[in-house]
Nanobody, 118 residues
Framework: QVQLRESGGGVVQAGGSLRLSCGLSGHTFTKFDMGWFRQSPGEERDFVAVIGWGDDSSFYADSVKGRFAISRDNAKATAYLQMNSLTPEDTGVYFC???????????WGQGVQVTVSS
């Protein structure tokens, strides 16, 4: 059974940093993108960042460019999201997402809360 386990959320003051982790387990596929989405109260789930499986190419939402950095450790099947210069607008539940290359299969983590206080 494929599982995504997120960690690293919490409460931080504006201007602070957090690092989220997402570990993938129970999978048999070997080529997959890993990404992060976030959802604020009353809002839709929005794309934050994604990193590819091959060349580790990464893409970011405009709102986080220059502040967030996504990376992955393929040996551990783990993705990381380093979040710097956090603002209250970054508050929300952050969800890890895996998209299987060449397939419509995808998986979601349960989400981790990030709260940025002003």
């Amino acid at each position: 059974q494929v599982q995504l386990r997120e960690s690293g959320g919490g409460v931080v003051q504006a201007g602070g940093s957090l690092r989220l982790s997402c570990g993938l387990s129970g999978h048999t596929f070997t080529k997959f993108d890993m990404g992060w989405f976030r959802q604020s109260p009353g809002e839709e789930r929005d794309f934050v960042a994604v990193i590819g499986w091959g060349d580790d190419s990464s893409f970011y939402a405009d709102s986080v460019k220059g502040r967030f950095a996504i990376s992955r450790d393929n040996a551990k099947a783990t993705a990381y999201l380093q979040m710097n210069s956090l603002t209250p607008e970054d508050t929300g539940v952050y969800f890890c997402h895996v998209g299987v290359d060449g397939s419509s299969d995808d998986y979601w983590g349960q989400g981790v809360q990030v709260t940025v206080s002003s």
